[in-house]
Nanobody, 114 residues
Framework: VQLVESGGGLVQPGGSLTLSCAAS????????MSWYRQAPGKERDFVASISSGGSTTYYADSVKGRFTISRNNAKNTVYLQMNSLKPEDTAVYYC????????WGQGTQVTVSS
């Protein structure tokens, strides 16, 4: 299993970014996918998840109404659309897939700053 995140960067408060996570080595469409984030000096926290077919999503309270998780099973990719970004959203963002154990990507840095 390989997960590769992309799309991070520097954005001003109130701005938007869309993260992508491309999966390989697995039948992507059969697995729930999740996004987590880790700020400096803090634990890795849950951000959002999406069911294998995409019909069910969950969000952390801190991002509800601002972030949207989606997936394209034909492209083996999960997305995280982030709007109304705040400085406290600054973190490394990781996607996760669980197959027996958790698999993580290498992460993509998101920095929200003016």
């Amino acid at each position: 299993v390989q997960l590769v995140e992309s799309g991070g960067g520097l954005v001003q408060p109130g701005g938007s970014l869309t993260l992508s996570c491309a999966a390989s080595g697995v039948t992507f469409s059969t697995y729930e996918m999740s996004w987590y984030r880790q700020a400096p000096g803090k634990e890795r926290d849950f951000v959002a998840s999406i069911s294998s077919g995409g019909s069910t999503t969950y969000y952390a309270d801190s991002v509800k109404g601002r972030f949207t998780i989606s997936r394209n099973n034909a492209k083996n990719t999960v997305y995280l659309q982030m709007n109304s970004l705040k400085p406290e959203d600054t973190a490394v963002y990781y996607c996760r897939l669980v197959r027996g154990r958790a698999y993580w990507g290498q992460g993509t840095q998101v920095t929200v700053s003016s």
